[in-house]
């Protein structure tokens, strides 16, 4: 191998892997300009370099979701930046990633130690990828409905292909009617979910210091702004009840037919029909990062 075609194998080796020349010459030299026997040869140099990486913040990604029939899975992996997530190599990783997730009903710790299609784990690949797209790539979280006693529906929003977005959403019905009469409704309630982001199915479902913390925040602003202390809690019981309104699915106004909650399109679904909502998950890549 010529001189001038070794230093070409360590310049691609170097933009591959982001390691230094001279450890990149090392590894042409002792795999004979194999680049992928070299990248697995820097292996431990490239999780020196993903350990720096993963102290950058990873905002930004893709949301994959699998199913088989009633089983669904939903799982979030991020990048720093959207142009790393439109890569072909990013989303095949994310798309091999969301299957596991779905046979390891969103452990993430079963996820991780999963073997992948070139038999290495998901966690060593994902030492490699960090090292060869020069980002900080994370898997976030991953949860699962499985439940066979519920009928189960997914939306994906923002997609670049089928199941792999910006926003997920798995949804949870329980109802004696069929799968196939409920499947547009199911639908559009996971696109609901997806639209108008509620904090839970119904007032119970929230966190009882956030509401608390609301409140305490309403009532400050009203002392703040000169009203009566004499009207103020009933003025804050009310802004608070609105806060539960607008942040509970079943009493948010339905995007379809805004004049409506969604407690009263659930009703007219049902009709005389068992249907309620037994649960949902939404993600949002980056929130809350």
Request: net charge positive.
């Amino acid at each position: 191998m010529s001189q001038g075609s070794i230093l070409d194998k360590v310049k691609k080796l170097r933009e591959l892997t982001g390691v230094g020349f001279k450890d990149c010459k090392i590894a042409i030299d002792e795999n004979a300009g194999d680049i992928e026997k070299s990248i697995e040869f820097l292996r431990k140099k490239g999780i020196a370099k993903a350990s720096k990486k993963m102290e950058r913040v990873a905002a930004d990604g893709l949301i994959s979701i699998s199913e088989d029939k009633n089983k669904f899975s939903i799982i979030e992996i991020n990048s720093e930046t959207d142009f790393v997530a439109k890569n072909n190599e990013f989303i095949n990783f994310v798309e091999e990633i969301s299957k596991l997730a779905l046979l390891n009903s969103g452990n993430m710790k079963d996820i991780l130690v999963s073997k992948m299609q070139n038999k290495k784990t998901v966690e060593e690949n994902l030492i490699s990828i960090i090292s060869k797209i020069g980002e900080k790539i994370t898997l976030r979280r991953s949860d699962c409905l499985e439940s066979d006693k519920f009928i189960n529906f997914s939306y994906t929003h923002l997609t670049v292909k089928k199941n792999l977005g910006k926003i997920g959403v798995l949804l949870s019905l329980d109802s004696n009617m069929k799968r196939e009469d409920l499947s547009e409704f199911g639908k559009q309630l996971a696109m609901h979910v997806a639209a108008s982001s509620p904090l839970g199915v119904d007032k119970d479902d929230l966190d009882q210091n956030i509401l608390n913390k609301e409140k305490e925040i309403i009532t400050e602003e009203l002392k703040n702004s000169g009203k009566d202390n004499k009207i103020i809690d009933k003025i804050a019981t009310g802004k608070l009840n609105k806060f539960i309104s607008d942040n509970t699915l079943m009493n948010q106004e339905w995007i379809m037919e805004p004049k409506k909650r969604v407690k009263d399109i659930l009703k007219q679904v049902a009709g005389k029909n068992k249907l309620t909502i037994k649960r949902f998950i939404r993600f949002k890549v980056g929130e809350g990062v």
